[in-house]
């Protein structure tokens, strides 16, 4: 079953905990947390989500690559000018998922239109 979220003037946390939600099965009566799960997310109007300006300059995402000295930082304002917003919910759906091997087979069944 896939669900439509309309994130017009919604916050993105609440949106991407709403979406983390569904995309882990949790919203159907036979929510099974070994299991994947069949629900799909369909997002519209993702360019009029809500992030304050204070937000998108002191949120810092993090990569590594192991080696000593390599931690790069990336400010959500640079992640909104390079890639657009689809791309800040993307990831805060993926830190809201669970961390097994299941996550990957789950963000691929949200669209973002």
Do not use: C, W
């Not at 993090?62 to 990831?91: C, W």
Request: no cysteine.
């Amino acid at each position: 079953m896939n669900y439509e979220v309309d994130a017009k003037n919604k916050s993105l946390g609440r949106l991407a905990g709403e979406i983390a939600l569904i995309l882990q099965g949790k919203k159907n009566p036979k929510y099974n947390p070994m299991l994947e799960g069949n629900d799909g997310v369909i997002v519209k109007n993702i360019s009029k989500i809500a992030i304050s300006s204070k937000k998108a300059k002191q949120k810092i995402y993090y990569s590594h690559n192991t080696q000593l000295g390599h931690l790069k930082e990336k400010s959500m304002e640079m992640i909104l000018d390079k890639f657009g917003p689809a791309e800040v919910l993307r990831r805060s759906v993926m830190g809201m998922l669970p961390k097994n091997k299941l996550r990957a087979r789950r963000i691929k069944k949200m669209i973002i239109e």
